[in-house]
């Protein structure tokens, strides 16, 4: 069984860029989340995906948007990077929208200079 | 608005003694509680949860507390062990209510464990 799946590890951006980051899900889950975490703090949650629509968001601006791909897979998208935007960025899946624990990946280092 | 707080930024314990690790929130509708566990370049791994209508939970060296009343957590480990040195973070969820929910997790700012050998 394959956990979830992060790419790229790290990443290195200037402000005003944008960035893709993908994630795949573990096998069977059909419902990925998006998490911020910033230094020294824990993960926030960005917004979560089910059946290819976003199912809940939280306190991010619109600048944050994602996909999620028939496979289950998913990209967070977000453009005009600010230096604020610096964090790991964690992707979790789990089986099902009500599941109550989530399996995290390795996270994407996002640095924007 | 923080609402799950972890006061403690980190704990020193030798090993072989108790690890308490310590957590607080605010928001009554959370009625699920997690504990995970992160080491350094890796994604946090669940570690033990409690349900709000169970006040202590169980899996081996780990044991989860829960007081309802005081809207309170904490996770005991006994005997801490070397292994055990990694950022603990507390997460609460909810079924719906007061902005919560299942697939939505709140995390607590994390502790940082130190286990000497």
């Known amino acids: 069984e394959t956990g979830v799946t992060q790419s790229p590890t790290h990443l290195i951006k200037t402000r005003g860029q944008q960035v893709t980051l993908r994630c795949s899900s573990q096998?069977?889950?059909?419902?990925v989340s998006w998490y911020q975490q910033a230094l020294g703090q824990g993960p926030q949650f960005i917004f979560q995906?089910?059946?290819?629509?976003?199912?809940g968001r939280g306190n991010f601006p619109p600048r944050f948007s994602g996909l999620q791909f028939p496979n289950y897979s998913s990209e967070l998208n977000v453009n005009a990077l600010e230096l604020d935007d610096s964090a790991l960025y964690l992707c979790?899946?789990?089986?099902?929208?009500?599941?109550?624990?989530?399996?995290f990946g390795s996270g994407t280092q996002l640095s924007v200079l | 608005d923080q609402q799950v707080k972890q006061n403690s930024p980190s704990l020193s314990v030798q090993e072989g003694r108790i690890s308490i690790l310590n957590c607080d929130y605010t928001?009554?509708?959370?009625?699920?509680f997690l504990w995970y566990k992160k080491y350094p370049a890796e994604g946090p791994t669940f570690l033990i949860s409690?349900?709000?209508?169970?006040d202590k939970n169980e899996d081996g060296r780990f044991t989860v507390f829960l007081n309802k009343s005081a809207k309170h957590l904490s996770l005991h480990i006994v005997p801490s062990q070397p292994g055990d040195s990694a950022v603990y973070f507390c997460?609460?969820?909810?079924?719906?209510?007061?902005?919560?929910?299942?697939?939505?997790?709140?995390f607590g700012q994390g502790t940082i464990l130190t286990v000497h050998p």
């Open positions: 979790a899946s789990s089986p099902g929208t009500g599941f109550k624990k989530l399996f």
């Open positions: 096998s069977g889950h059909n419902t």
């Open positions: 995906y089910y059946r290819e629509e976003e199912n």
């Open positions: 928001n009554s509708m959370f009625d699920y």
């Open positions: 409690i349900s709000s209508i169970k």
């Open positions: 997460a609460a969820s909810g079924a719906g209510a007061g902005g919560t929910s299942y697939g939505k997790l709140t």
